[in-house]
């Protein structure tokens, strides 16, 4: 069983930047590929970022990349998400997933249904 608890959300302004993190419990944390994910009010929820348990693989949505940096540290058990040049559409409750992806792809890790575990998530609101 693994525990997931976001942390770093909150208002900021277009154009601004905010790093969330998301804290795992357990002693098993590099075999966990990590997801960001994220569910507007009326929206699905949607993929945002992945990264795989070594760190050396990450997969963007297209509407983040470029601006979202997905990162981890093994050691912390903790996984990041830097977010730049924020804007309105940005704006959703964001959550962090954890799964063991046997094989890890660009298709599999966009996949929520693959990712066993979710944390309770943080609200990002960007204002225009």
């Known amino acids: 069983q693994v525990q997931l608890v976001e942390s770093g959300g909150g208002l900021v302004q277009a154009g601004g930047s905010l790093r969330l993190s998301c804290a795992a419990s357990g002693r098993t944390f590099s075999s966990y590929a990590m997801g960001w994910f994220r569910q507007a009010p009326g929206k699905e929820r949607e993929f945002v970022a992945s990264i795989s348990g070594s760190g050396g693989t990450t997969v963007y949505a297209d509407s983040v990349k470029g601006r979202f940096t997905i990162s981890r540290d093994n050691a912390k058990n903790t996984v990041y998400l830097r977010m730049d040049i924020l804007k309105p559409e940005d704006t959703a409750a964001y959550y962090c997933?954890?799964?063991?992806?046997?094989?890890?792809?660009?298709?599999?890790?966009?996949?929520?249904?693959?990712?066993?575990?979710w944390g309770q998530g943080t609200q990002v609101t960007v204002s225009s």
């Open positions: 997933a954890a799964g063991r992806l046997v094989y890890y792809s660009d298709y599999v890790a966009r996949d929520e249904h693959r990712y066993d575990f």
